[in-house]
């Protein structure tokens, strides 16, 4: 049974969806006034890892991942290239996307982006205000910490704490009297987008944006909500508050937590110049497989330590579970299937399964493929694999890819390759049958078509055989 370690309970839980059926899946998203970088990316590798897994236990998965198009960082990056908000922003949404793509991220069930949600945000602003969880100074909606007793639950945050902090440190995010209030709504500045509101022309805060689109594509209860470590405080405890006390529900069952990434030892900076995009890598020829790899070689709750080192060990590895894919098929097996092997590939799978369970132990899956690869090369040099151990093996290496997402392209490819052979296979059985009843304009014509395709056929006295030119 699967069990996933959840923040707010301190505890490795068994998990299964509320019910039984769709796993509703919200994700903390990018921020698209830049490239994402490469700790960006670890985050969104694992809620891809979380997903594939969910489905893989046979789950239906419902994943939500908003794009946050309104901020600082967005209205400032749009101001200093001259152009809107949307056309600023669109640019780095596409440039996720294609992020994605590179690394074998599956798609998530829907990105919604935060501007085209002001009004739900405004309604869950008013709810919040009409239940007295929230108040106006000037514009400002922020949100009364006090008047939600459950405040710090995720975090462990006394509230009092907040309280005491000194206003002149902290910026427009909390109330300049209240300094744990945070915002909800802020009123507009000059020169800033803005929209109309019944409190007058603002934008919504980064927080309410979370609470609004998770809760408006899957319900007011999560099955799990994700992010990285940092977004824990402030911006998750306030989800949990903005949320649950507009619905006086249970907001989300469980919350995942990914560790940081950082590069060789040190916090990831542009000022150190240790910050990398996805871009920057592949430029340096590293292949996206390598990179994807090198992403999932810590369990997600233990940082990540990038280092140049570790990507090249990534893309020897990657170098040969490919060389084993490539070759598998191709190798002249005898038939039939070894005990030994049907043993060794039951064992793996079962093994991949517990460690995946296992709060996604994600290093410890990949250690199963590698061990298995190397058994199976082992029985294959003792002569102990057949041809129905490398269709179970194939298979194998297909399902644990569907989580893994490492060699999806490779083991397309073999599948191609064993499906030609098998439609070779079948001509050449065509052409024997034709020759027995002597048609042998009918047997010319398929060795015509074979030899067009490359194929040479040699007539043996125990039937035809063939090979690649
Ligand atoms: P942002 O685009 O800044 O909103 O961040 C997108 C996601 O990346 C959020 O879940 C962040 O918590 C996460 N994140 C930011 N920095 C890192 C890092 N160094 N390692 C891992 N994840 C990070
Ligand atoms: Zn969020």
């Known amino acids: 049974m699967l069990e996933l370690y959840n923040t707010v309970t301190r505890q490795q839980q068994p998990f299964k969806p509320a019910d039984g059926k769709t796993a509703r899946v919200y994700s903390c998203g990018p921020t698209v006034y830049d490239f994402p970088h490469i700790g960006n990316l670890r985050t969104f590798v694992l809620s891809d890892i979380l997903c594939r897994y969910l489905a893989y236990k046979g789950w239906e998965v419902r994943h939500v991942m908003n794009i946050t198009d309104v901020d600082d960082k967005t209205i400032s990056g749009a101001l200093t290239q001259g152009v809107s908000l949307s056309e600023y922003t669109q640019q780095y949404t596409e440039y996720f996307f294609d992020d994605l793509e590179t690394l074998n991220i599956q798609r998530a069930w829907e990105y919604p982006r935060a501007t085209d949600h002001i009004e739900q945000m405004q309604v869950l602003v008013q709810t919040l205000l009409d239940k007295g ?14 008047s939600f007793p459950d405040y710090g639950k995720l975090s462990g945050i006394q509230p009092e704490e907040l309280g005491n902090r000194d206003y002149s440190r902290l910026n427009d995010e909390y109330n300049r009297e209240e300094a744990g209030d945070f915002v909800l709504w802020k009123a ?45 405080f402030p911006h ?41 995009t996805l871009r920057d890598l592949l430029e340096e ?24 080192e570790g990507l090249e060990q990534s893309e020897r590895a990657m170098q040969r579970l490919n060389t084993f894919i490539e070759r598998l098929p191709k190798l002249p097996l005898p038939e039939g299937r070894s005990e030994e092997a049907a043993e060794r590939i039951e064992e793996a799978q079962a093994k991949f399964e517990q460690v995946m369970d296992d709060d996604l ?29 490398r269709t179970v093996m194939l298979d194998f290496l297909v399902q644990a890819d569907s989580v893994l997402g490492l060699m999806t392209e490779q083991l397309e490819a073999a599948r191609s390759d064993s499906q030609a052979d098998a439609e070779i296979d079948a001509l050449v059985a065509e052409r024997e049958q034709a020759r027995e009843k002597r048609d042998f304009p009918r047997a010319d014509e398929i060795r015509d078509q074979l030899a067009a395709e490359g194929i040479i056929l040699e007539d043996t006295p125990a039937g035809t055989i063939w090979r690649r030119k």
């Open 285 to 308: 020829g590293y292949s996206s497989q390598a990179i994807r790899h090198q992403l999932l070689t810590a369990h997600y709750r233990q940082q990540l330590n990038f280092t140049v």
């Open 133 to 146: 969880h929230a108040y106006e100074v000037e514009g400002n909606m922020y949100f009364d910490i006090s």
């Open 236 to 276: 998750h405890e306030n989800e949990i508050a903005q949320s649950e006390a507009a619905t006086s529900q249970q907001f989300v069952r469980f919350w995942l937590h990914g560790e940081h990434l950082i590069v060789e030892g040190e916090k990831m900076s542009k000022s150190l110049g240790n910050f990398y």
């Open 361 to 389: 132990n994600v290093p410890g899956a990949l250690g199963v493929v590698f061990e298995l690869i190397k058994q199976v090369n082992t029985l294959h040099d003792g002569g102990e694999l057949h041809d129905q151990d």
């Open 188 to 232: 507009a500045k000059p020169g800033e987008p803005s929209w109309d509101s019944p409190w007058g022309p603002g934008r919504p805060g980064w927080h309410i944006e979370c609470s609004v689109m998770s809760m408006e594509y899957l319900g007011p209860t999560l099955d799990i909500h994700t992010g990285a470590v940092d977004l824990i």
